[in-house]
């Protein structure tokens, strides 16, 4: 469930409810009175995470060596992030051409 849920603004009943606090409605003691901006679900089973960690696992080790990064600590301290114009971003993607097999780590998005 999302933090701006009902069910996450509810669930701490008459204690503090940091979800409560976030969304600026910690002062509503109606439980009707409040304003919900997330949302509740399911989401079906997927399998294994193995295969995902596996590719966050792999994106991490490739960011390391592009910058040149030993350790965890020397990412934080070397690396950083560049904000790209959404232009940029598209071209930053394939394009003209046909994928004819999507990558894993790949949505195509």
């Known amino acids: 469930r999302g933090m701006g849920s009902l069910g996450a603004m509810q669930s701490r009943g008459q204690a503090r409810s940091y979800s409560k606090d976030r969304y600026f409605q910690d002062d509503v003691l109606s439980d009707d009175k409040l304003v919900p901006e997330g ?3 399911m989401v079906a089973y997927r399998g294994s995470i193995a295969a995902v960690a596996h590719q966050l696992v792999g994106g991490l ?3 390391m060596g ?3 990064a030993q350790t965890i600590d020397d990412l ?3 690396g950083s992030f560049v904000r790209i114009t959404s232009a ?3 071209e ?3 394009h003209d051409v046909q994928m004819t097999l999507e990558a894993p780590n790949y949505s195509g998005r």
Request: charged share 20%.
């Open 76 to 78: 934080h301290a070397k």
């Open 92 to 94: 930053s993607h394939p």
């Open 66 to 68: 592009y910058s040149g």
């Open 88 to 90: 940029g971003l598209r």
């Open 61 to 63: 080790r490739a960011s």
């Open 39 to 41: 949302i509740e679900g």
